[in-house]
């Protein structure tokens, strides 16, 4: 990919000020997880508090993904995002002012993620059916790689920032950060100029919609096939290593060296996507099952050596397969899926992507006691690895290719 094809979606005034939003948006978000997560260790420091805080989070963006498809396919995507930035920053606001107050208790934390997931589950599938309607195809790899590119930039500094505050000062203050970018995230989608979409293939309801939606999911063959798979990876990481691994870094690394490690997950993401921009993905399911399999690096090193050079090669390993999955699957997603099922398919995706996280999250706790945190990582790395290897064999997703854009006239 040239310089000047790297840049080329920023050509599109509408591109260029959804751009500018999410990078604000993730500028937040990069330090929250890791804040709210030490928030509550400071409440109650356990990983059962910490799971369900966390859970509180995923039960209803998952519950509710499905139905946030529908609809995001229905209304204007532009406004489903504006309308859930905002109320996932008065969440963040929220929260930010128990915690600075010291007046937070984990079952503020509970109510307030749960406001906040029901948002997402909203917003997430409007977010991913923006880009084909931002964006001529030609444009559309190098536009997922610009957002995975910004987004991970800032991931590198936001977790290691939100370390230092947490070490020196009070986690708060990384949520009012949050708050705020999700506020000025809603301004930027204002500016969007869109045209009015008509829906015509819209069913009589938001439930007719869902069904249509489900029936296309099934028909492609290779929807649910992957969204399983991803089901179990998620189920593993969000419990291994975003409950678990933090749980272990308060006697270990500390909050600076955690912050440090994902960190180096963003490094690998934003270094990645420069090999990816010269690689042509022929096989994007398949790519998807190996980019899993790197997300198992970081369980093996908290199990074997959970020292900060270590633990950071290994988020760097496992952000690199992050980069390839985002780019991989968007891109047989926009190839395949019209436009009109684009949210539809993703929340599908998503919802069997994150249903069992909760489960991994609050399963983890006990797991972890019985067995030791150390031998329930390798546990986990275990699964991640025997999951990739179903996942390579099936005719579904090994035979699945991409035809990339027509060529340019």
């Not at 509710?64 to 995507?77: K, V, Y």
């Not at 179990?232 to 691994?245: D, H």
């Not at 996942?391 to 006239?409: E, Y």
Request: with cysteine; charged share 10%.
């Amino acid at each position: 990919m040239t310089h000047s094809s790297r840049w080329g979606p920023l050509r599109h005034t509408n591109f260029r000020w959804f751009f500018l939003g999410e990078t604000v948006n993730t500028a937040g978000t990069s330090m929250s997880r890791l804040a709210l997560a030490f928030a509550v260790l400071h409440i109650d420091n356990s990983p059962t508090a910490l799971g369900l805080v966390v859970a509180s989070w995923t039960v209803p963006m998952v519950g509710f993904m499905l139905i946030g498809g529908a609809l995001a396919d229905r209304l204007p995507r532009a406004l489903v995002l504006r309308g859930c930035n905002l109320i996932e920053g008065g969440v963040q606001l929220s929260s930010a002012l128990l915690v600075l107050t010291g007046t937070a208790q984990i079952w503020h934390l509970v109510v307030l993620q749960f406001i906040g997931g029901t948002a997402v589950a909203v917003s997430y599938p409007a977010f991913h059916g923006m880009v084909p309607i931002l964006l001529p195809e030609a444009d559309r790899k190098a536009a997922y790689l610009l957002l995975g590119q910004a987004q991970s930039a800032l991931q590198v500094l936001g977790p290691t920032v939100a370390g230092i505050i947490v070490a020196v000062s009070n986690p708060g203050w990384a949520l009012l950060a949050d708050a705020a970018t999700f506020f000025v995230a809603a301004v930027f989608l204002t500016l969007l100029r869109l045209p009015v979409n008509a829906r015509p293939e819209a069913g009589a309801s938001v439930l007719a919609d869902f069904r249509a939606g489900w029936s296309f999911a099934r028909s492609l063959g290779w929807v649910l096939p992957v969204a399983s798979l991803s089901l179990v990876f998620n189920a593993v990481a969000s419990g291994a290593i975003n409950v678990l691994g933090p749980v272990m870094a308060t006697t270990t690394v500390g909050a600076n060296g955690w912050g440090v490690a994902q960190s180096a997950e963003a490094l690998g993401l934003f270094g990645f996507a420069f090999v990816l921009a010269r690689v042509t993905i022929r096989r994007p399911l398949l790519a998807c099952q190996y980019g899993f399999l790197a997300t198992a690096a970081p369980m093996i090193a908290l199990a074997f050596a959970t020292q900060v050079l270590p633990l950071s090669a290994a988020f760097m390993i496992s952000g690199c397969g992050l980069c390839l999955i985002n780019l991989a699957w968007n891109l047989t997603v926009q190839e395949k899926v019209p436009e009109a099922m684009l949210s539809r398919i993703m929340a599908i995706d998503g919802f069997f992507s994150f249903v069992a996280m909760p489960i991994g999250q609050l399963a983890v706790g006990p797991v972890s006691g019985w067995f030791g945190p150390r031998d329930a990582q390798i546990g986990a790395a275990v699964i991640v690895a025997v999951t990739f290897l179903v996942g390579a064999t099936r005719p579904a997703i090994r035979r699945l290719t991409l035809h990339g854009p027509p060529p340019a006239s």
